[in-house]
């Protein structure tokens, strides 16, 4: 295993040449010493206190130095040892066989010292690299988990490629590399695949200026596995929005189709029927005018019908897709409830609403048409529910920063589990009742034309039963 | 009385054709707007009801403003839900009035029936010294408005835009218009003037929109129009 993990260039080789040569010396110039230091006590000391002495040194060398120096040190210090403190003195004479025992003692010694040193530093070296190395991945890991952008994620990987890992160039390829083309002559060039999975979202192309380590090379294959990951998290969750929003579209059609079939098909069958029966000329002589009457009334109510119905797909389709052109000014909410309370009146001969107003109610900057129409409808479903003889209350109240729009009816309660279907386009209650025109477009418009004045519309419960629609309108800055 | 009918839609001039005959009126028809023009100039009808959406040749509004560069017959424009700027555009163009598609023939004959009377009635003095509506009575020589017999005090800018209004009974008076009659041309932009006025001038008139008790009525994104007096 190598101990860095940029591949070192020739400057650091002769660097370590030099320090190799300066440990060689540095073992010599101990023994050396060691020698010296003896020489005057050679004929009071014993031999055993010398070769212990020498055993010493060349322990602390291989502790220091490693192996090779320590072998030296052993072998330098056997022969000074023998040729200086030894008697006969001046003399590689061994008298005894035994001392070349103490020779071989001190090799091994040496030895087994410098392989242990050896061992016990690159365990460390090797830890520090790991250390290194899941500190890289941690980092890039943490830095990719919160974005969302291919290009981004892209980006965090070639950061740490070139910073972390040294490349000089990096690329993506959308695919499996098939011909390896080389844009950098004298490069290595590595090629990750970008996998997570069975998915395989492209290769990593990393160019070296030399081939990068065996850690270098695994830790940048680690490195594009997370990058992989996280580039499967985005996929997958585009994925679901996309099926969610087709899941939506896929409902909304059903959901109209349903609509259209019954709501519009029914005005239309009364029209088309009622005005067959008058055109024929047998039948109609014998109608009375009573009845003839009545079929007229039913053709201009079935067409007011398809026109409240057409109108609202038309707004509801504007809203969704945002086309709302406002026709903003300052208005008061009080003329707008009092244009739907008279619309009301007319259309059902019969006082049915109570206005309910302040005097003092500030103007609010809205689009006058539009939310007549939310205003509207609001009150149309509320008339729906409301017992006979009670009133469906229009009011309005100022609030910090707001105007209040209440409209209150006295009916039954809307369930909780409804409450945030009800403002679903198309959505119709559970007993089914649904007038003629109502194709459940309501409130749905009458919550999306809250949503473009910047407001909003919520369902409360009536104290003594009923729903309260509310539409809360932001006062904006500068108001008369 | 001659009526011309500018629509491209051939069902809708042959509905409005029969319609207004059977109501007595003689009725010329127009499929685009050259033709419309040609035929005001030939035949001079007393009333023109002219769709703002035409498909082929000069539109609606385009029609209205070449007509008023050399006739003041009465015209009425027939516009579509939600169009509010082309309403304005229309009254700025020169139209006398406009109607709201899908109406019915009651509607138009009563729209039509005020355009004339104001348009006979117009450049002469004031019709009446008072003006009475439902339980509504304005003196204007004695400056006195009484509700269901009683007094009602005003504030002079209340009963400027109050008279203003009642003199011009089913006419659509612009917001500009009102301001600029009332407080001078130089406030014609500010609309929130009128609207905290006429609020208090409905509470006065003891206005109850929930009975169809109105005398003011809103004309969305437009400006106001008092009821049309019989």
């Known amino acids: 295993m190598t101990a860095t993990l940029r591949p070192a260039a020739s400057p650091d080789r002769r660097a370590a040449l030099l320090r190799a040569a300066g440990e060689y010396l540095a073992a010599a110039a101990l023994v050396v010493a060691t020698t010296l230091a003896l020489w005057p006590l050679r004929d009071r000391l014993t031999i055993a206190n010398e070769s212990l002495l020498y055993m010493l040194v060349t322990l602390i060398v291989a502790v220091r130095f490693r192996t090779g120096p320590s072998v030296l040190a052993a072998l330098l210090s056997f022969f000074a040892f023998n040729y200086f403190l030894v008697r006969p003195y001046y003399t590689l004479a061994v008298e005894d066989t035994r001392e070349l025992l103490d020779l071989l003692v001190f090799l091994t010694a040496a030895v087994i010292a410098g392989r242990l040193t050896d061992y016990a530093r690159h365990q460390a070296e090797a830890a520090g690299l790991n250390a290194r190395q899941q500190d890289i991945l941690y980092r890039l890991t943490s830095a990719l988990n919160p974005l969302t952008d291919v290009d981004a994620i892209r980006a965090e990987l070639r950061r740490v490629a070139v910073e972390e890992l040294g490349a000089v160039e990096v690329e993506f390829l959308p695919m499996p590399p098939t011909a390896p083309t080389e844009h950098h002559p004298a490069a290595d060039v590595v090629f990750v695949l970008l996998q997570a999975g069975e998915a395989i979202y492209g290769t990593l192309r990393a160019s070296f200026l030399r081939a990068p380590s065996t850690s270098a090379h695994r830790l940048l294959i680690a490195c594009a596995g997370q990058a992989a990951l996280a580039l499967q998290r985005v996929d997958l969750t585009a994925q679901a929005q996309r099926s969610r929003a087709l899941g939506e579209a896929d409902r909304l059609k059903t959901a109209l189709l349903r609509a259209v079939s019954h709501d519009l098909r029914t005005p239309i069958t009364i029209i088309k029927t009622s005005a067959a029966n008058l055109g024929d000329v047998d039948l109609a002589a014998r109608l009375s005018a009573e009845e003839k009457g009545d079929m007229v009334q039913a053709i201009e109510a079935s067409a007011d019908a398809l026109d409240r119905l057409v109108g609202n797909l038309l707004d509801m389709s504007r809203l969704q897709a945002g086309a709302v052109v406002l026709n903003e000014d300052w208005n008061s909410v009080e003329e707008i409830a009092g244009d739907v309370a008279a619309g009301v009146y007319r259309r059902e001969g019969t006082e049915r609403i109570r206005l309910d107003f302040p005097d003092d109610l500030p103007l609010v900057r809205c689009d006058f048409g539009l939310l007549r129409q939310a205003l509207g409808n609001l009150v149309d ?52 009742r649904s007038v003629m025109g109502g194709v459940g477009l309501g409130l749905a418009i009458a919550h999306g034309i809250a949503a473009v004045h910047g407001g909003a519309l919520a369902v409360a419960d009536t104290p003594g039963g009923g729903a309260t629609f509310i539409i809360r309108l932001p006062q904006t800055e500068g108001a008369p | 009385m001659m009526i011309l009918i500018v629509d491209d839609e051939p069902q809708i001039r042959k509905l409005l054709t029969a319609g207004l005959k059977g109501y007595g009126y003689d009725v010329l028809a127009a499929a685009d707007g050259h033709e419309a023009l040609t035929l005001v100039a030939q035949r001079r009808p007393e009333l023109v009801v002219l769709d703002i959406h035409l498909s082929q040749g000069p539109d609606g509004l385009e029609v209205c403003r070449r007509l008023r560069e050399w006739s003041r017959v009465p015209i009425i424009m027939l516009s579509v839900r939600g169009d509010e700027r082309t309403k304005v555009q229309a009254l700025d163009a020169g139209a006398d009035d406009y109607l709201t598609k899908p109406f019915g023939m009651e509607e138009l004959r009563a729209r039509i029936q005020a355009v004339v009377r104001r348009a006979v009635a117009e450049p002469g003095a004031p019709p009446d010294s008072v003006i009475r509506a439902g339980a509504l009575a304005i003196d204007l020589v004695n400056r006195r408005v009484t509700v269901a017999g009683e007094e009602v005090h005003f504030t002079p800018q209340e009963y400027d835009i109050l008279r203003l209004l009642a003199t011009h009974p089913g006419k659509i008076m612009t917001h500009p218009a009102i301001l600029s009659a009332v407080w001078g ?46």
């Open chain 2, 185 to 230: 041309p130089e406030y014609a932009d500010m609309t929130h003037y009128v609207r905290i006025y006429v609020n208090q001038i409905r509470k006065k008139l003891r206005e109850n929109p929930a009975a169809n008790v109105r005398y003011i009525l809103n004309e969305p994104g437009v400006g106001y129009r008092f009821i049309d007096l019989p």
């Open chain 1, 381 to 432: 479903n509320a008339l729906r529910h409301e017992p006979e003889g009670q009133r469906v209350v229009i009011r309005g109240r100022a609030e910090a920063g707001l105007v209040r729009l209440e409209v209150v009816n006295h009916g039954p309660t809307i369930p909780a589990e409804e409450r945030e279907r009800i403002m679903e386009p198309f959505y119709q209650s559970r007993d089914g």
